[in-house]
């Protein structure tokens, strides 16, 4: 059997990646909106082979079928799948060589197809978005490589090309999140972003070193196989390794303060971190990791870090006035809930949620983005009864929105669903907190549309606050991180252009498309498709009902909430004063990060730059000197005179004879 | 019969450029086009009759390594009739001879690697080297070219002396000129007469080779010399010389320990030596002449540890360095044209003037630096792992710290093109036949950086055959 599109499942990354080198290095040919189309173009063939590629793998998995709660192998996988690719450089005379390894099974496939599409509507919209910016075409060529790092991440087969690809993405979020790097609180940003992540990486980099000494391999399928073969104590340690690169990609609690300040970068940006790559790597990570947590029993850190961040991210997330913010505050909330399904067994179900919320989010975030455009400022109080001139953002909004506060049947309510069922069995305060989180999710959503779409422009309550001058979060005084201007007094929200609605349709499509996909109403196809073995998700609807219910209740109690306290009086404050503060300055996790961490972390730099200065660079200048001195002083032997040179000729030939007869 | 066709093609062809030159008032572009025409078509038939097996004349084989030699001297040559047609129309005294002589000197490398006696390895040595002299020569108004040019020939013809003494000296101990005849003298115990004439055959070869001590005419030469025609310098009579010492070791020498321990010492001089004149040099034609010393110096590691792979890493070393040194020659030549002169100095800020070239230059010196992904590096890489096999680690070592000093100067080069300000403002306008020659350049580069599989299978089999494995 032969695949057309698994055959050439390289050119899904590599063509990204030769976009990038196109428009970073013939930028200035593209002129106007040009490198936008062409990217666009670009992301609609790799969208159109990734879907070519999920429709090959759709057909070639093992099928399952459920019965009666069981599942029932009906036909084993085709010969050649997972599919792979494998290119070797540096093979030399049977050395191994360093492999390029690509490994698709049924969870990169979707995956692929996930950040290809996500991807091209970001794309899409940004054509319209970024109109006029300086550097246009650059952002798009640094969204090309960002994408080309994702999906290289999402396909490899090897954890060591895993690694690069990841970061190559921490790299382009950095770029990303600083691209107005004259602003200072965005210079600010993008380095906060880069430390926090990069610290995360260690564990990546030391778990998988460690690793490759236990197992002797990068290969992610031959590392499954090895991972029972570990000693519990090591395969717990390399499992949270990678769990504290995990928390750091997926911003996940106490990691998790980069995420919010990534909101400088533009708004198509954050979709693109949210949604389609970067924080969806992390979660990722641990599903391909899945066989050493499990064997390290590492999975109820995964629960516990998972719930917590659900928690803490849903409440903060209802005290923002920022709609970047609080969207940004429900992705940490959103991924904390796929780590919870990882960490209660939940696998198939984690997955199904992050495909969910890539395109749920990705449709908020640009959604968002399309209510800056048009309302020309981020404060949601300031905005101006949206709803009524943006009626495409609005009715777009709606859907990612009933999908995020899991009404039914929106995607959301399928998928989180199903994991607070799979904590409700394994670890039960878990799932209360769950429950709990998925309250003040339907509630700050329902504040963020009630405010922004419904009513009439306010001053802002919260700009004039005295704990809100300056950028606290980023070290930054009020003369270095002014507020950001209210909109001017005459000015019109207006709907975005075709370019933008058109991605938020084809998002609001591919988000309501997914959920049903993997609800039981189309017998949760979704799940069997990524049936591995072992997915006690699957479960007859009956047995769901009771949680569906309670999921439904909460979900509308949050709705009702909100607007029974914001309908009428949204500037109302009704907590005191110190509590909101503390809400807003993101109970000082940041500021204990600047105060206290940065200082004590400064010692050992001190102690290491001085090390670096006077002992290291004088070794490196010593050695420079030194051979430089003997360079010059070998020139006076080229004097430039034919008979030295012939006498050198002769000479050598001399002591070449003596040397060879003597031998 | 292939080959036989390649040589008369390269012979007449030489012919009848030389012959049109004068009826032609302006016609670089023209002679150019035909010698180019003429290489390609050389390098077709190579490919086509790569597998040959023949004997010409008794004296000329027809065999895998002989289409190789066509294949990197036609490419060689093709590049350099390509590179001239910059400045050819203006500067030349007359185009004629430059174009024949590059077809010429081709036609010698190839009966050199081809021979299976000495006296044609001789006559095709002396062929290939009469075109590098008239090409060294041929800015002639120029002081340091007749300078550079009168030292190469006065000590080349030295070295084919010495070369021609040890020949005859190899005669008089084995008593034939024929290949088969001498090798066969050789394994039964080399005669001491014979044994010091292979030892002075390795001086003349080093002297065309570069290899320290018999390298002082390089820097001279190749500054004197017009970038293109030190870029022909550079690589035509090294991949004639390198592949002829390969098939003269084989076919005749045997070699004996004695010579192949010869050869490694000046190998270790040469790429020791060689890295460290380079760093002290600021005018870029010398830089790349020492340069070349020290390319030359790792190739002859290679030929030095021999066997199929040995010499395919060798051969491999000659293709990298092809590309990549005729690539730097050629940036030179480009960014003379625009009036900027080959020192440091005068490439300061070069980026912010010459965004393209620079680029492309840039590729270049990397290739030549070692870095990888690009071809200069894999060249490196094979011949290191070629002395590992061998277990020679100490050389190994020095090999590998020398290659630090090569990262130094070139992005000495590097540095002042990119990071510094340039002297004077205004963009440069670049010969776009030379940025599209410089283009193709660096592709190959990568092309052979990313996937040499296909290069280096057509290497190993070409010394197979040649070791009659």
Sequence with gaps: MSYLYASHLYWIPLLPALGFLVVILLGRLFKGRSAGYFTTLVMAIVAFLASGLLVEALQAAPQWAVEGGEAVLVRPALPGFPFTFDWSWLAIQGERGVHFTLYVDQLGAIVLFMVAWASLFIHLFSIGYMDGEERYATFFAYLQLFTAAMLTFVAAGDFFIALLAWEVMGLMSYLLIGFFFKKKSAQQAMKKAFITTKFADLGFMVGLFWLYKETGTFQMVEVGQAAEHLAAGVALAIGLLFFLAAMGKSAQFPLHVWLLDAMEGPTPVSAMIHAATMVAAGVFLMARFYPVLEAGHALPYLAWVGAITALFAAVLGAAFADVKKILAWSTVSQLGYMFLGLGVFGWAAAMFHLVAHAFFKALLFLGSGSMIHGAKTQDIFEMNRLARYMPWTYGTFLIGAAALMGIPPFAGFWSKDLILHMAEEHAPLLWAMGLVAAFFTAFYTTRLIVIAFHHPSYESPWKKAPWNQGCPALNLGPEDCPPEPPPPPDHHPHESEPVMITALLGLAVFSVAVGLWGSPIFGQKLLTYLYEGAAPEILPPAKLMGGYLLGTLIALAGLFTAVALYAKDPLKQRLPDPVVAALQRRLYIDEFYYKVVARVAQWPTDLLWIIDTYVVDFLVDLTGYAVGAFGQALRWLNSGKVATYAAYIVLGAILLILGGVRW | ?469
Excluded at chain 2, 10 to 30: E, H, T
Excluded at chain 2, 97 to 102: P, Q, V
Excluded at chain 2, 397 to 402: D, H, N, R, S
């Design chain 2, 1 to 469: 019969m292939i080959t036989l066709t390649i040589v008369l093609l390269l012979a007449l062809g030489g012919l009848g450029v030389a012959l049109a030159a004068p009826l032609l008032k302006r016609g670089s572009g023209v002679l150019a086009g035909v010698t180019m025409a003429i290489f390609a078509l050389a390098m077709i038939l190579a490919v086509a009759g790569f597998n040959e097996r023949a004997l010409i004349f008794g004296s000329l084989e027809a065999s895998p390594l002989t289409a190789l030699a066509v294949l990197l001297l036609s490419a060689a040559g093709f590049f350099v009739a390509w590179g001239n047609l910059a400045r050819g129309e203006e500067l030349w005294g007359g185009p004629g001879e430059f174009f024949a002589f590059l077809l010429w000197g081709a036609l010698g490398g190839v009966l050199l690697v081809g021979s299976t006696n000495l006296l044609l390895f001789f006559l095709g040595l002396e062929l290939s080297a009469y075109a590098t002299y008239v090409l060294a020569a041929y800015d002639r108004d120029r002081k340091e070219s007749a300078e550079g040019a009168m030292k190469y020939l006065v000590l080349g013809a030295l070295s084919s002396a010495i070369l021609l003494y040890g020949f005859a000296l190899v005669y008089a101990g084995t008593g034939s000129m024929e290949f088969a005849a001498i090798r066969a003298a050789f394994l039964k115990g080399a005669p001491a007469l014979a044994l010091l004439g292979a030892l002075l055959a390795l001086v003349g070869l080093g002297f065309k080779l570069a290899l320290v001590p018999f390298h002082a005419w390089v820097p001279d030469a190749y500054q004197g010399a017009r970038p293109v025609a030190a870029a022909y310098l550079a690589s035509a009579p090294k991949i004639a010389v390198g592949l002829g010492l390969a098939a003269l070791f084989v076919r005749a020498f045997g070699p004996p320990d004695a010579v192949t321990q010869s050869l490694l010492v000046l190998a270790l001089f040469s790429f020791v030596f060689g890295n460290l004149w380079a760093l002290a040099q600021t005018n870029l034609k010398r830089l790349l002449a020492y340069s070349t010393i020290a390319h030359m110096g790792y190739l002859a590691l290679g030929l030095a540890i021999g066997g199929t792979f040995g010499y395919a890493a060798a051969g491999f070393y000659l293709l990298a360095y092809l590309i990549a040194g005729g690539a730097a020659f050629f940036a030179l030549e480009a960014a003379e044209a625009a009036g900027v002169p080959s020192t440091i100095e005068g490439w300061k800020g070069l980026f912010k003037r010459a965004p393209g070239l620079s680029v492309l230059a840039a590729i270049a010196f990397l290739s030549l630096a070692g870095v990888p992904g690009l071809a200069g590096f894999l060249a490196k890489l094979y011949v290191f792992a070629a002395s590992a096999k061998v277990g020679l680690f100490a050389v190994l070592v020095v090999a590998v710290l020398t290659t630090v000093l090569g990262y130094y100067y070139y992005f000495r080069v590097l540095q002042a093109a990119f990071l510094e300000a340039p002297k004077e403002e205004g963009r440069l306008s670049v010969n776009p036949s030379l940025l599209a020659l410089l283009f193709v350049l660096a592709g190959l580069s990568i092309l052979f950086g990313v996937w040499p599989a296909g290069a280096f299978s057509g290497l190993e089999q070409a010394f197979r055959v040649l070791i009659g494995l």
